[in-house]
């Protein structure tokens, strides 16, 4: 058990922390080229599932290749004159315009797959279907068919032949370049062929003739007419980029994702990540950053002391806070921690500390307690003194152990979810609030802490916990510090302005 301390404990000067908020200058922007570096696994993981949809693509697409040939379209006229000739007239863009749409019609290409029967041609028609078309026919049923099943297989054909063909006019030209597609390179010449050669049979078969033999000779070839400039050229190699270019080109594409999601998770978020943010926002001093350890044992606990040094420091020096709340915006922030090693630093020192619980408990009633010690049972716990106590026997409790320690530190719930640190405030000299690195929004910290209306005045600074040394320093601030003075400049803006959410959204 520890003896009382003999001496008489210095007064209390009560002097919390009040910010002064001026208009100071916005720590720099915590998104930007910087967001890669720090979420750069989000940027590798975008590239990943690049490359792997580039590869799924190129292993399961098709080989198509493109057969194509060239017409050119003329237009036959009579020359009068001492003898009749039929010479090549004068071609608009109309006339190439329907030759072709006459080298598309149902005409020519129902001729092409009667010639080459196409309808059994599981390229063009197939009664087997696939997993998406039968789930797609399961969700959006298709009308009845109406036809009997050849003129199906003809018409469903006759659609599959019309998208592997192109008809486009080479420039201002008057010639007609045809491309068949298919996934044999020898059947689209077969097809181009064919239908180069049914276009013209078609093209003399409906020339104009009249009764006699010799009117139709010499009409039969007028209007509309075409021969061939180049024949089908076989593919040589299938359509598409290559393959190497397609993963590439995904690959690159996936990194550019990676990349936009890395900086817009940092324009989204409101979170504090640095000490600057933290006295910018919130009006109170950094005193410490607590870094993040995935280890344990000694080598955590010294880690903790080391960082929060300065905090137990600047009580001892300064000689003005004997009693210390310690409290968080939201649970989970690592108060109880925070407060444990704070009194062991503070113990280290040679001081008298005493950590108390005050955590809330409506199963003991309050007429049935002593209100000196009610709830209290002391206890020795890792090199300090702790004790569990009821709210309302806080004030009694820390006057009863002003002559036996030097400090006192209590363990406070979060503002947000309970109002007991703002009372409990009442009877302490200060507040000592803890923020968690990257999980705690700025709004919702500024809310909770101007919300604890007369506990605002008795807030001393802030602590920065758990804290990722690696990438801290990333997030558009200086150089992360592990010993900052109360006295550090406080980067806080106007009142007016702070709490303007829309302004606020966009900074951030």
Same mark, same amino acid.
């Given at each position: 058990?520890? @003896?009382?301390?003999?001496l008489s404990?210095? +007064? ?5 922390? *009040?910010?002064?908020r001026?208009?100071a200058?916005?720590?720099?922007? @915590? ?5 890669? !570096? ?9 590239a ?12 399961? /697409? ?7 040939? %060239? ?19 004068r ?30 041609? +599981? %390229?063009?028609? #197939? ?12 969700? &959006? +049923? ?7 099943d050849r003129t ?6 006759l659609?599959a ?7 486009? /006019? ?10 068949v ?10 097809i ?16 104009m ?10 009409y ?13 050229? +076989? ?24 990349? &936009? ?5 940092d ?8 000490? =600057?943010?933290?006295?910018? &926002? ?11 350890? @995935?280890?344990?044992? /000694? ?11 300065s905090? #137990?420091?600047?009580?001892r ?19 109880t921690?925070? !407060? ?21 408990? =409506? ?22 003194? $702790?004790?569990? *106590? ?16 030097d ?8 503002? !947000? ?5 703002? *009372? ?5 000299d200060?507040?000592?609030?803890v923020?968690r ?5 700025? $709004?919702?910290?500024?809310q909770?802490?101007? #919300? ?7 807030? *001393?600074? !802030?602590?920065?916990?758990?804290a990722?040394a ?13 010993s ?12 007016? %302005?702070?709490?303007?959410?829309? $302004?606020?959204?966009e900074?951030?």
């Amino acid at each position: 058990m520890l @003896s009382p301390n003999p001496l008489s404990p210095p +007064p209390i000067e009560n002097t919390g922390h *009040v910010p002064e908020r001026t208009a100071a200058e916005m720590p720099r922007r @915590s998104f930007g080229l910087d967001s890669l !570096a720090r979420h750069r696994w989000i940027v590798i993981a975008g590239a990943i599932v690049g490359l792997l949809a580039g590869l799924t693509s190129v292993a399961t /697409r098709k080989a198509v290749y493109t057969a194509w040939m %060239e017409l050119l379209v003329y237009n036959r006229q009579i020359a009068t004159g001492p003898a009749t000739v039929v010479l090549p007239g004068r071609v608009d863009v109309p006339l190439v315009q329907n030759q072709n749409e006459v080298l598309r019609s149902r005409l020519v290409l129902g001729k092409v797959i009667d010639t080459l029967d196409l309808t059994k041609d +599981p %390229e063009f028609f #197939s009664r087997s279907k696939g997993l998406l078309t039968s789930l797609k026919e399961l969700i &959006f +049923p298709p009308p009845p068919q109406l036809v009997d099943d050849r003129t199906f297989a003809f018409v469903e054909t006759l659609t599959a032949l019309r998208r592997n063909i192109d008809v486009t /006019r080479v420039g201002a030209s008057h010639m007609v370049r045809l491309d068949v597609r298919s996934t044999d390179p020898r059947k689209a010449v077969r097809i181009a062929n064919e239908i180069a050669r049914t276009y013209l049979q078609e093209r003399r078969a409906h020339g104009m003739g009249g009764d006699a033999q010799a009117i139709r000779e010499l009409y039969q070839g007028l209007g509309p007419s075409a021969y061939v400039v180049s024949d089908v050229q +076989p593919p040589i190699r299938r359509n598409g980029l290559p393959g190497y270019v397609i993963v590439l080109g995904a690959g690159l594409f996936g990194l550019g994702l990676g990349a &936009f999601g890395a900086v817009l998770r940092d324009v989204l978020s409101n979170k504090i990540r640095n000490p =600057e943010q933290l006295e910018y &926002f919130l009006g109170l001093p950094c005193l410490a950053v607590v870094r993040a350890s @995935s280890s344990g044992g /000694r080598e955590r606990i010294a880690t903790l002391l080391a960082d929060l040094g300065s905090v #137990s420091g600047l009580l001892r020096d300064r000689n003005v806070v004997r009693s210390l709340g310690v409290t968080s915006v939201a649970p989970a922030d690592g108060v109880t921690t925070i !407060a444990l090693n704070l009194a062991r630093s503070i113990g280290r020192s040679g001081s008298n500390v005493l950590l108390i619980d005050c955590l809330p408990d =409506e199963s003991r009633s309050p007429a049935k307690q002593d209100a000196r010690v009610a709830g209290a049972k002391l206890a020795e716990v890792e090199g300090v003194d $702790r004790c569990s *106590v009821q709210l309302y026997a806080l004030d009694s409790l820390i006057r009863l152990s002003s002559g036996l320690y030097d400090f006192v530190i209590v363990d406070l719930p979060p503002l !947000a979810t309970s109002a007991d640190a703002r *009372v409990a405030a009442r009877a302490l000299d200060g507040l000592l609030l803890v923020v968690r690195w990257d999980e705690v929004d700025c $709004r919702l910290a500024s809310q909770a802490l101007d #919300s604890s209306v007369e506990a605002r005045t008795k807030f *001393v600074g !802030a602590v920065l916990n758990m804290a990722d040394a690696r990438t801290a320093r990333m997030f558009g601030g200086q150089p992360l510090l592990y010993s900052r003075e109360l006295t550090a400049p406080n980067r806080v803006r106007p009142r007016d %302005e702070f709490l303007n959410a829309g $302004r606020l959204s966009e900074e951030v």
